[in-house]
């Protein structure tokens, strides 16, 4: 229930939710994720009472000036004292600024390596109040103001200012999607800046470095405050505090990784990464666009403002310093017109020694009032945006608190249906921009039609135009006759009168050409202003597309969240009968949804492009809610990737094929990079053609028509495996619509690639799992020939021999050295599974020998295919370790057997983020030389050899041992006949 109280949070202050995370829904990661939410509540009830405000005045005596400031060389750490705990002591903390995040770490001491918290500065705000101790600022940051105080002045302007220059930085390296404002998150949308030039606004001189209280030198020393280990001691991070004690007591940690916590950052923890989006930039979003910062103005003839020197600022701190950090209002305000009136006097009067005239020194303070009252007008505007921040965050805490003290769980079903009217209002605004974009579309419409008939008319124009300079071509030619012999032409019965009307004609032809010129001048300036405001319209349907996709993206995510309280709900034994089946019409409600008239800009599809299910059919009802969340995450995850990552790769498909033919393409590290990343759902059946023809290329050349020779040896002979063939074709591709019927076209063609290939290949003949792997190639290159010609390529080039043979040696080899490659990657993990048991081959024996088909979602599979077939056999290595990698974490959290197991089955389908795994598969598993896999192979093959003839030979043993004691028996059998005829005889001889 407490994570429904963080989800509320997020969905009244406007934050971004994260990234739809595929392990969501594991019952292992519930505790964690309830932890993290009480740990941010805490925080928030231990900030009640804070507040910050602004000191305008300070902003206005400050001096204004332009400087160029460039960040300290040294590293942004040291120790400060910190106000906060249940008894609002200071404490001091070791802090450290990590320029990757943006966010400001604090540890105990140096020497930690778990930090206890974090602070974002990315949305931050710094100041620091007037009646204050000595050193003494804060940072505001949404929902949250932290204390702190440096030993000096001097390191308090220092670290403000370094701070500043940090958050500076970090701001202007990146650009934000003009989405919607108020639902805009720099995790999701993000685009490279514009170029930065590295300049910014201060108001104070550059503090020097305080010698001693910041840098990697302080590190060593011990804090200023010589506060002893129970001072400093952490009543609201216990399991922190344990865990760096243990390792500074046990000192087996390298000291490389004890002195972590100051240098490196590369592997703090993600779940201590909590960035939170501005409430300003959120309360901006709903009016207009965020205000830029105010920018004095230029006089005509500007003049050099002098700051106060770093001295001066040393002197006062100093002085503050011997009177114990306090000062009277009336010497605050005779120190501030001192500063006031220094920085009023221009930098020449000061190295001259000479005034200026009346007239320049009212134009300098005519000028410096304009200027002052300019920033005093933003500083205003700032505190009033500030204030309906802080409005925003407060009533956002009171939720939390009515929602944490509700007495029953009605008021917490009524805070839930309050998320669903803003979903519900989500959904308005995106029916509003749908409108906006049927109309745009109708707009562009006309506009097109209207380019149409100018296009039209200008042609029309243009055939009169030359019809008309033939025909004054003709006649230029008959003056220029005229001209050259005019007494021959006359007397070639041409009269004078007839010459002149000629040359009248000619005239007027010539003024119908400049006319007609000018009006060729005007038609081409209006089809460019045309196709101008067509360029404007197109890109502007392409803002509202990417925005509209952006908020469809969210609307998945926040339905995925709505769904998963729905399910802890629905687990709650807390509730009484008529509230669980409120939850469960909440359900149904919520599984029908997709069933509803609701337009949307991108449905979800029932199938994807080549036929498979995007959400399973599941009989319970709890598997059926599951799977409704991981479809919306699948959904949200593609809708996002969609513009930052498929259709520039698209992009960059088709600049790569439109400079080469597909008969003509070759392999190359550019071709290998472009694979790796996936082929475009346009470009992969070609690809994959030519990648098959590439490869079996001898086989077809030394019989171009086996496919057809075999097929019909087929028709006329049954091959042995025909029966066990037709038993797995209904057992092919279940989820795949394709393949549902038994009388599909796709299915018989998968029988007959199956018969063709047990005739091609009579040593396999036919083996579970070849069914599969024709499958996939059928639905990706649709020609029967092209499939069956994939499947030898894969069976009999690609993979090792004997794979699939009857005793399966090499699929077999294929897992040891898989064994060893993952106890090199994943050594805890390894031994995680030595400990509790765990024979991973009874999972991975299945994915490398039908290559993760039905083990993975369509759209992952098919990129690992894609991989696969271009590169070899290494590709399933580096996917089914990058596997492990994915959800290494979640397994270890694991400690029983047959959970192990159970979760090891089914966590494949659970990963849709299809860029991580790549990049784990590629990347994070390097090295991975294709020599050191060969050399593997061969020592595990020979082992394996050795064992299957040892085995051979033992079961020869048994036989003939076996056959030994039938004879013995057949001995013993034909004794005892003989005497019961001896009895027989001599009975009848008594007898007798």
């Known amino acids: 229930m407490v994570r429904t109280v963080k989800m509320e949070q997020d969905c009244q202050v406007g934050k971004p939710m994260p990234p739809a995370d595929p392990n969501l829904t594991s019952p292992d990661n519930h505790h964690d994720l309830t932890a993290s939410a009480r740990e941010e509540v805490g925080s928030t009830k231990e900030n009640e009472g804070d507040s910050t405000h602004m000191d305008q005045s300070n902003a206005q005596e400050k001096p204004v000036m332009k400087t160029k400031m460039e960040p300290s060389s040294t590293k942004l750490c040291g120790y400060l004292n910190k106000l906060g705990g249940p008894l609002k002591a200071w404490k001091a903390r070791w802090f450290v600024f990590e320029e990757k995040k943006c966010q400001l770490y604090y540890y105990r001491t140096s020497q930690d390596v778990n930090p206890l918290g974090s ?14 101790q000595e050193g003494t600022f804060q940072i505001q ?5 932290v204390v702190l105080k440096a030993l000096n002045s001097q390191a308090m302007l220092y670290w403000l200012q370094q701070l500043q220059i940090k958050r500076w930085q970090h701001n202007t390296s990146l650009v934000k999607i003009p989405a919607e404002p108020s639902t805009t998150s720099t995790q999701l949308c993000q685009l490279p800046s514009a170029p930065w030039e590295g300049r910014t606004e201060d108001f104070l001189p550059a503090v020097k470095t305080p010698k001693g209280l910041v840098g990697e030198a302080a590190a060593c020393l011990p ?6 280990a129970l001072q400093k001691l952490s009543l609201k991070h216990p399991i922190t505090e344990i865990q760096n004690t243990v390792l500074n007591i046990c000192g087996n940690k390298p000291a490389q990784e004890l002195r972590r916590s100051v240098f490196n950052f590369d592997k703090i923890q993600q779940s201590q990464d909590c960035p939170c989006e501005d409430p300003v930039t959120q309360i901006l979003g709903e009016t207009t666009a965020p205000p830029a910062p105010p920018v004095p103005l230029t006089p005509p003839a500007p003049t050099v403002l002098s700051a106060p020197s770093v001295s001066s600022v040393t002197n006062e701190s100093a002085q503050e310093a011997k009177t114990g950090g306090k000062s009277s209002p009336s010497s605050s305000m005779n120190k501030r017109e001192k500063k006031m009136t220094s920085s009023l006097q221009p930098s020449g009067e000061k190295v001259s020694g000479k005034e200026g005239s009346p007239v320049d020194k009212l134009s300098r303070l005519q000028h410096e009032v304009f200027t002052l009252t300019e920033e005093l007008k933003s500083q205003k505007e700032l505190v009033r945006l500030l ?5 925003a965050a407060q009533q956002e805490k009171r939720t939390s608190k009515q929602f944490l003290a509700a007495a029953g769980e009605q008021e917490r079903l009524e805070l839930v249906r309050h998320k669903e009217r803003c979903i519900a209002d989500l959904d308005g605004r995106l029916e509003a921009l749908l409108k906006d974009k049927e109309e745009l579309e109708q707009r562009l419409a006309m506009q097109d039609c209207q380019v149409n008939e100018l296009q039209q008319h200008v042609q029309l124009m243009m055939e009169k135009n030359n019809a008309k300079q033939e025909v004054i071509l003709k006649l230029s030619e008959q003056v220029a006759a005229c001209m050259a012999d005019p007494q021959r032409t006359v007397a070639n019965s041409m009269g004078t009168e007839t010459f002149c009307r000629l040359q009248e004609k000619i005239e007027h032809l010539k003024d119908d050409i400049e006319a007609h010129k000018i009006q060729n001048k005007f038609l081409n300036s209006e089809i460019y202003q045309l196709t101008k405001l067509w360029r404007n319209s197109s890109e502007e349907e392409k803002g509202l597309l990417m925005k509209c996709a952006y908020l469809e993206a969210k609307n998945c995510q926040i339905e995925s969240k709505y769904l998963v309280v729905l399910r802890r709900l629905q687990e709650s034994k807390g509730l009484d009968s008529s509230q669980q089946e409120m939850v469960k019409r909440l359900i149904e409600d919520a599984l029908q949804g997709d069933k509803k008239d609701v337009f949307k800009l ?13 959400i399973p059919d599941y009989e319970v009802e709890d ?3 599951l799977a409704k969340i991981q479809a919306l995450e699948i959904r949200s995850n593609n809708l996002r990737n969609n513009e930052m990552e498929d259709k520039p790769l698209r992009t960059r498909w088709a600049n790569y094929l439109a400079s080469r033919p597909l008969d003509q393409l070759a392999p190359s590290p550019e071709l290998k990079g472009l694979i790796r990343c996936g082929i475009p759902v346009e470009y992969r059946e070609q690809v994959w053609r030519w990648i098959v023809r590439t490869r079996t290329q001898v086989y077809r050349k030394r019989n171009p028509n086996r496919y057809q020779e075999l097929r019909k040896h087929c028709e006329v002979s049954e091959h042995p495996a025909s029966r066990q063939i037709r038993l797995d074709l209904h057992r092919t591709l ?9 009388t599909s076209d796709a299915v018989q063609k998968l029988q007959r690639i199956l018969l063709a290939f047990s005739w091609q290949n009579p040593t396999i003949g036919y083996c579970q799992g070849l069914n599969r792997l024709a499958a996939i190639a059928l639905l990706v290159l649709k020609d029967e020939e092209d499939a069956f010609w994939c499947l030898v390529a894969v069976v009999e080039i690609i993979m090792p021999q004997d794979y699939y043979s009857k005793t399966l040696t090499a699929s077999q080899a294929d897992q040891r050295v898989f064994r060893d490659f993952l106890a090199e990657k994943m050594p805890r993990l390894t031994a995680h599974f030595k400990e509790h048991s765990i024979d991973h081959s009874l999972i991975t024996f299945n994915w490398f020998l039908v290559v993760f088909v039905e083990s993975l979602v369509s759209d992952i599979l098919l990129r690992v295919w894609d991989a696969f077939l271009y590169e070899g056999t290494k590709v399933i290595f580096r996917y089914a370790l990058a596997l492990f990698k994915y959800n290494e974490e979640d397994i270890l959290k694991i400690h029983d057997n047959l959970e192990i197991y159970q979760y090891l089955r089914f966590f494949t389908k659970t990963i849709s983020d299809g860029r991580k795994l790549m990049t784990i598969a590629f990347n994070d598993m390097n090295p ?7 050399n593997r192979r061969e020592f595990h093959m020979e082992r394996l050899t050795a064992e299957l003839q040892e085995l051979e030979r033992i079961q020869e043993e048994f036989v003939k041992e076996q056959q030994v004691e039938r004879k013995d028996k057949d001995l013993d059998t034909a004794v005892s006949e003989d005497e019961e005829v001896i009895q027989t005889a001599v009975s009848l001889h008594h007898m007798s």
């Not at 940051?141 to 103001?145: A, C, D, M, N, T």
């Open 387 to 391: 204030h309906k921040a802080l409005e």
């Open 141 to 145: 940051i949404p929902g949250r103001v």
């Open 223 to 228: 804090d200023p405050w010589q506060q002893n």
């Open 602 to 614: 991108n449905p979800v599809s029932e199938y994807d492009d080549y036929g498979f299910k995007t």
């Open 928 to 934: 991975f030389p294709m020599k050191l896999l060969k």
């Open 734 to 742: 279940t989820s795949n619509k394709h393949f549902s019927s038994p």
């Open 623 to 625: 598997v059926k809610l």
């Open 119 to 132: 602070i974002d500065l990315a949305n931050a705000t710094f100041g620091y109040p007037d009646q204050a």
